[in-house]
């Protein structure tokens, strides 16, 4: 049974930084694709970022690019979200996600509050 746990959401000052991590189970991690998503309220869910199985590829929504990294540790079946230079936009729930075994799955979410 394939498991997300999401965590290091927080509140946090515009301009901060957030570590968000997603520790994975159920399946063989370093096989598949990971995502970020995020979904803010009143607001469709949205692809914040993406790695492959092996990490050497990744993307970004635009809206990220060069103030989000997303990274693996196949060691540790675990997926970061490091955010940089947040702004009060960014704030949303997170959300990890991966196809493994034809089957979509989903964390249960971290709270990102981005606030002065």
């Known amino acids: 049974q394939v498991q997300l746990v999401e965590s290091g959401g927080g509140l946090v000052q515009p301009g901060g930084s957030l570590r968000l991590s997603c520790a994975a189970s159920?399946?063989?991690?370093?096989?598949?694709?990971m995502r970020w998503y995020r979904q803010a309220p009143g607001k469709g869910r949205e692809l914040v970022a993406a790695?492959?199985?092996?990490?050497?590829?990744?993307n970004y929504a635009d809206f990220v690019k060069g103030r989000f990294t997303i990274s693996r540790d196949n060691a540790k079946n675990t997926v970061y979200l490091q955010m940089n230079s947040l702004k009060p936009e960014d704030t949303a729930v997170y959300y990890c996600?991966?196809?493994?075994?034809?089957?979509?799955?989903w964390g249960q979410g971290t709270q990102v509050t981005v606030s002065s």
């Open positions: 159920g399946f063989t991690f370093s096989s598949y694709a």
């Open positions: 996600y991966t196809r493994a075994s034809y089957r979509d799955s």
């Open positions: 790695i492959s199985s092996g990490g050497g590829s990744v």
